[in-house]
T-cell receptor, first 111, second 116 residues
Framework: GQQLNQSPQSMFIQEGEDVSMNCTSS?????WLWYKQDPGEGPVLLIA?????ELTSNGRLTAQFGITRKDSFLNISASIPSDVGIYFC???????????FGKGTRLSVIA | DAGITQSPRYKITETGRQVTLMCHQT?????MFWYRQDLGHGLRLIYY???????DKGEVPDGYVVSRSKTENFPLTLESATRSQTSVYFC???????????????FGEGSWLTVV
């Protein structure tokens, strides 16, 4: 089936640092979604991208839809302790649900 | 607003027992999904449903049964639980099939299942 490859698998950063993570696929996706999962909770949508090349921000978060449509990037600026969690990229097969998910990037922020 | 709720949140059961995880949504969303989350695998789709009485297999359906007699409920049953089914289970819902602006998938808080 479809596979989304996320990297890095985990990150330990100091509070205040910027974070970058990415997601790649062997297939073209027409939509990229970034979710965050807080410890003990379900994933929550952070940013949705619908067009190749699109750059979208949500507060300190910025995500980009790669030009090739096979990748996406998520950046977090000036990290804070509440950024801790698992970040998932996801995309719909053939533009429709259900979504396929990457394995996630686990972020730890050291105060 | 309740949104999407799962029960139980935590369950310990024995190998071979039948377990049912409940999922209820108040949005009247057409689509509902069950995912399982395991370390090293991320979220994997078990089953999904496009509407009442319509269900389809996902990536890892073996050992699971679903039903959807009412739009708002989508229970997941493990007919004979095995240790490999120890996992965190997430129910989700979506208004339509298409992932377009304004529509996405919303997740419940998860059900932690341990099979001993």
């Amino acid at each position: 089936g479809q596979q989304l490859n996320q990297s890095p698998q985990s990150m330990f950063i100091q509070e205040g640092e910027d974070v970058s993570m990415n997601c790649t696929s062997s297939s073209i996706f027409n939509t990229w979604l970034w979710y965050k999962q807080d410890p003990g909770e379900g994933p929550v949508l952070l940013i949705a991208l619908y067009k190749a090349g699109e750059l979208t921000s949500n507060g300190r978060l910025t995500a980009q839809f790669g030009i090739t449509r096979k990748d996406s990037f998520l950046n977090i600026s000036a990290s804070i302790p509440s950024d801790v969690g698992i970040y998932f990229c996801a995309g719909p097969v053939s533009g429709n649900t259900p979504l396929v998910f990457g394995k996630g990037t686990r972020l730890s922020v050291i105060a | 607003d309740a949104g999407i709720t799962q029960s139980p949140r935590y369950k310990i059961t024995e190998t071979g027992r039948q377990v049912t995880l409940m999922c209820h949504q108040t949005w009247s969303h057409s689509y509902m999904f069950w995912y399982r989350q395991d370390l090293g695998h991320g979220l994997r789709l078990i089953y999904y449903s496009a509407a009442a009485d319509i269900t389809d297999k996902g990536e890892v359906p073996d050992g699971y049964v679903v039903s959807r007699s009412k739009t708002e409920n989508f229970p997941l049953t493990l007919e004979s639980a095995t240790r490999s089914q120890t996992s965190v289970y997430f129910c989700a819902s979506s208004e339509t099939r298409q992932i377009l602006s304004g529509n996405t998938i919303y997740f419940g808080e998860g059900s932690w299942l341990t099979v001993v």
